[in-house]
């Protein structure tokens, strides 16, 4: 697998020029239940990454993982009372009147075995110190770095969602001072059955099923239908609907795209 980080000076010259292309998967650290790993928006986003270079060439650049706005995760938005099928309702959204409803914060500060006050604080830093400015200043300087290896094409890989709109003010940014590179990104959430996308649902736990299934254990859920699924939401029941196949479709449809994408280019 052609690794930036794990290759020799040659050998990056060689995939250069069969391919000029670098990925970079960007994720951050926060909740993905209790059957995903902390780090599921940079694993996903790594997998897509290395899919990517094994079939259509290039290499896979470092993870990002720190820098974000710490007061948009999970641990953040759910630290109020949602509804108990949060599969199926955002967590983002009130609950709807009547419907039975718990905190999810608490069974993520039981979860981690820390106080979830601390989250709050973390939040506040990062509102105070500019939100996503840190974030963007390192993916401008970034993508800057990736430029001084030659290559012609970044493929910007945002695995948490909400680095969407950061992403894109930072390579307008790229542009605006000198960027050479052709910067395109992949929003996963298009290879999802409806197209939206998930958090730690069905969609996501299948894409690390297919690409990174050591990190993920179902059997950390309570198998009650009814049962509360902390920061599991806008998608289908992973119980229920999570495999490694979707996962894979899932890749595969990507690789078509971006293939087609670069070869454009």
């Not at 983002?92 to 608490?106: L, S, W």
């Not at 800057?144 to 930072?170: D, K, M, N, S």
């Not at 959430?189 to 996501?204: L, V």
Request: aromatic letters at 8%; hydrophobic letters at 40%.
């Amino acid at each position: 697998m052609n690794e930036f980080h794990r290759m020799r000076p040659e050998r990056i010259a060689r995939a250069r020029a069969e391919r000029s292309v670098a990925y970079l998967p960007l994720g951050i650290l926060e909740w993905h239940g209790l059957h995903n790993p902390y780090g599921l928006d940079g694993l996903k986003a790594e997998g897509f990454a290395k899919r990517l270079a094994g079939e259509i060439g290039g290499v896979v650049m470092p993870t990002l993982y720190y820098g974000d706005n710490r007061a948009e995760i999970c641990e953040r938005h759910l630290d109020r009372d949602v509804p108990r099928a949060t599969v199926q309702w955002s967590p983002y959204h009130p609950a709807p009147e009547g419907a039975p409803t718990f905190n999810p914060a608490e069974a993520m500060g039981a979860a981690l075995a820390v106080p979830r006050d601390g989250f709050a604080r973390d939040a506040e830093r990062s509102k105070a110190r500019g939100g996503w400015r840190l974030w963007k200043e390192l993916v401008v300087h970034t993508l800057f770095q990736i430029e001084t290896y030659g290559f012609e094409a970044i493929v910007a890989i945002p695995g948490h969602y909400p680095l969407r709109e950061p992403l894109e003010e930072a390579k307008a940014q790229y542009a605006e001072e000198g960027g050479r590179c052709l910067v395109l990104t992949l929003d996963d959430a298009e290879f999802s059955d409806d197209g939206k996308g998930d958090h730690a649902a069905a969609y996501e736990t299948s894409l690390l099923l297919a690409t990174a299934p050591e990190t993920v254990d179902l059997a950390a859920l309570d198998p009650e239908p009814s049962a509360p699924l902390a920061g599991v939401a806008l998608g289908e029941d992973p119980r229920e609907k999570a495999s490694a196949a979707y996962g894979e479709r899932a890749l595969a449809a990507a690789v078509r795209a971006m293939r087609e994408r670069l070869d454009r280019h």
